[in-house]
């Protein structure tokens, strides 16, 4: 196994090319980033912290730190970089190398008990079903909440990409293992 910032651009490079990747080490903590980040104005998020940290090869801290899962993927740090740091892409190639070790927050696994269960990362309840006929819409959209039969085909896809795995979803249960004890992030 490389550094880390040498696994940042050979598997983000497969995605978003490498040199889109490399734009990490220009990085020169500025932070032009963390100081217009939405979310670190209410998290522990320091987007600049984190691009040293992955300079630094300070993998396990990285992997484990929580506010890895708290960027929202708004891009404005991808904005405002006046070194052209491609920031939020980084950051979600960061947080898939964490999730491949089994380092994923709680409420992203959630989401995606949530689609293999509805095909919906936001499932639709009943306040939108009313909204929706107050509409005049059918209370549900043409999706897999509506056709529950197509579900299955959804859930397939966890199954073939192993995604169920990597959110360690319990078939039986139906749910994550280990939500209520805590033991994972
Ligand atoms: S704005 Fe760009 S150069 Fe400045 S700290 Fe953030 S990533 Fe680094
Ligand atoms: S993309 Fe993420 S790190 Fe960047 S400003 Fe938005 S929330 Fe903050």
């Known amino acids: 196994m490389g550094t880390l910032y040498e696994e940042i651009v050979a598997y983000g490079g497969e995605v978003f090319g490498e040199e889109h990747m490399e ?6 903590q ?8 939405p979310s670190g104005r209410n998290t522990a998020l320091r987007t600049r ?9 300070m993998r396990e801290e990285i992997f484990n730190a929580p506010e890895l899962w708290f960027c929202t993927t708004c891009f404005t740090c991808y904005e405002r970089c006046p070194k052209g740091v491609k920031t939020t ?3 979600r190639i960061i947080r898939n190398l964490a999730a491949k070790e089994g380092h994923m927050s709680v409420p992203h696994r959630m989401i995606g008990v949530y689609v293999l269960k509805t095909g919906h990362a936001v499932p639709i309840g009943p306040d939108q079903m009313k909204i929706r ?18 579900l299955e085909q959804v859930q397939d896809i966890f199954r073939t990409t192993q995604f169920d795995a990597m959110i ?11 939500k209520e004890g805590g033991e994972k992030k």
Request: aromatic share 8%.
């Open 30 to 37: 500025c932070g032009k980033c963390t100081g217009g980040c």
């Open 133 to 150: 006929e107050s509409l005049g819409l059918d209370s549900q959209p043409p999706t897999t909440q509506k056709y529950k039969e197509q």
């Open 89 to 91: 892409d980084v950051i």
């Open 49 to 57: 912290k984190l691009f040293r940290m992955a300079q630094e090869d």
């Open 23 to 28: 734009t990490l080490l220009q990085c020169v």
């Open 168 to 178: 360690d979803f319990d078939w039986d249960k139906m749910d994550l293992r280990g």
